[in-house]
């Protein structure tokens, strides 16, 4: 696959090895160590309806991408990742290389396959945070014969979590 490079093995159709210090992540993006408390968060609530995050957690946050056109087939994802141009933001900040932190592909409870994107973060400063993802498809994506996205297509949803 060009462009895809996958990183770790761990859902929306639009879903350790531990350092002894919590304070230095294994990587930029990944949680440090098994022992800290985490907190997933995906770009779907409104400011509104806001997740809550609990002071000194880390935050994970993710969004993936099911399978569920025709016979869900590890190749369908694949060929969607090179189909999207993915970008990721928290707070405004943009995501450095925000394709290296997809997952390997894996099949969900129901059967189908999925991937994820997962980025996590040390501790937030309490208040309300963002997490922006955008899809763009300059050249559509189709599966199972059916066209899923057209080309030229941005799909960008922002999300709302608040520490408390």
Do not use: C, Q
């Not at 995050?53 to 880390?58: R, S, T």
């Amino acid at each position: 696959m060009r462009r895809r490079r996958y990183v770790k093995a761990v859902g929306t159709g639009i879903a350790t090895l531990g350092l002894s210090s919590t304070a230095s992540a294994r990587g930029e993006g990944e949680l440090p160590n098994g022992r800290v408390r985490e907190t997933r968060v995906n770009p779907f609530p409104s400011k509104e309806d806001a997740a809550e995050v609990p002071a000194g957690n880390w935050v994970t946050h993710y969004v993936g991408w099911v399978d569920v056109n025709g016979e869900s087939r590890r190749t369908d994802i694949e060929r969607w990742l090179d189909a999207v141009e993915f970008s990721a933001s928290i707070d405004g900040e943009p995501i450095e290389d925000p394709d290296r932190f997809w997952n390997d592909p894996e099949i969900n409870d129901d059967g189908n396959w999925i991937v994820w994107w997962e980025y996590s973060t040390p501790p937030k400063s309490e208040g309300v945070h963002t997490f922006t993802t955008k899809f763009e498809y300059p050249d559509g994506f189709e599966d199972a014969g059916k066209t899923i996205r057209d080309p030229g297509r941005t799909d960008e949803l922002t999300g709302y979590y608040e520490v408390v």
